[in-house]
């Protein structure tokens, strides 16, 4: 009878930790052991966590007592893999690194629509900035009441190239279809990129530079000036890195390498021997100062004349390269 009673409780128990939290389960292609880094909101607060992936397995569980968007991203803050969902929901997980966008989610409807759309329009969402927004905003058109028109909208569009008309496409969704918990950050971005701080000449801009000592960067002296906005880490290392490397070398240029980790904390090693001034702003992209500027998301470059007028504006380092060799002819 004892025994009969210890199995009630412990189904008992086990039901209401289901109800409190989520569990997702997950395999890599490729078997790798990889650190993963896990991101959401979730009752008033921002929640994270670290897991690992051993030979390509990896779970993990969380809590949110209204659905959420979870994301997956690499040790360098990178995103993998993004689910929608909350408490009493368990959400199996295949990926491929080689394709990304074609995940396969299960857990609730959501997911597997949202997986599906991006599996079938890998090619479409790959191909430019400009292709993947007409591919969202021709599905937000066709399912208006559906949320992940708002999931695609929140993730995969790309504000930087038209705020005001992603303003436009997120107005075309149905409110049921569009939770506070996704459209918060979506609308804090675009308010940012309409503002007329965008067009604003830069004034002196306070960092913390080697020794954690708060420096300042002005603008008088160089024809051109570039402002390099990104986290330390591997990405910032093969593909940033050198390219602020070769443009340092220019005459009447100077760069301006910022951390925008949020953490505050830099990897600032091997500083000493760059070409470039390099610093970093504790608090991200909407610390003070840089708050001004309306960086919707890193890396980021800005390029401003020996005024701080800016001069272009881009999340791409090869288009900020070339912007600034064709202007120093």
């Not at 893999?81 to 080689?98: K, S, V």
């Not at 980021?300 to 288009?319: E, K, M, N």
Request: aromatic share 10%.
């Amino acid at each position: 009878m004892r025994n009969i009673i210890v199995f009630i409780i412990s189904l008992f128990l086990i039901a209401c930790t289901d109800n409190e939290q989520f569990r997702v389960n997950g395999t890599i292609e490729g078997k790798p052991n990889l650190t993963l880094r896990v991101a959401y909101y979730a009752d008033g607060a921002y929640r994270t966590q670290v897991t690992a992936a051993r030979e390509g397995k990896f779970e993990f569980f969380g809590s949110s007592k209204q659905p959420t968007l979870v994301e997956i991203l690499d040790y360098d803050y990178r995103p993998l893999m993004r689910l929608y969902g909350g408490n009493g929901e368990t959400f199996e997980i295949e990926y491929d690194r080689a394709h990304p966008l074609s995940a396969k989610i299960s857990g609730n409807e959501v997911c597997e629509r949202w997986s599906a759309f991006l599996a079938d329009n890998e090619q479409a969402l790959m191909a430019s900035p400009e292709s993947a927004n007409k591919t969202i905003a021709d599905y937000v058109a066709a399912h208006p009441s559906d949320v992940v028109s708002t999931l695609l909208m929140a993730t995969a569009y790309d504000y930087t190239i038209d705020a005001v008309a992603a303003d436009s496409i997120m107005a075309l969704i149905d409110p049921q279809a569009r939770p506070s918990s996704l459209t918060e950050s979506g609308n804090f971005m675009m308010q940012r990129m309409i503002s007329e701080a965008v067009n604003d000449t830069i004034g002196p801009l306070r960092y913390v530079g080697r020794g954690d000592t708060v420096r300042i960067f002005d603008f008088p002296g160089r024809r051109l000036n570039l402002l390099a906005f990104s986290r330390w880490g591997k990405y910032r290392d093969d593909s940033i890195m050198p390219r602020l490397e070769k443009l340092s070398k220019l005459k009447n240029l100077r760069v301006i390498e910022l951390d925008v980790d949020p953490k505050g904390t830099s990897q600032m090693r091997r500083s000493d021997t760059l070409a470039w001034t390099v610093g970093r702003m504790p608090g991200g992209i909407v610390a003070k100062g840089v708050d001004r500027l309306g960086i919707p998301s890193e890396p980021y470059f800005i390029v401003a004349d020996s005024a701080g007028a800016q001069l272009l504006r881009t999340p791409y380092a090869g288009v900020a390269e070339d912007f600034v060799k064709k202007n120093l002819k």
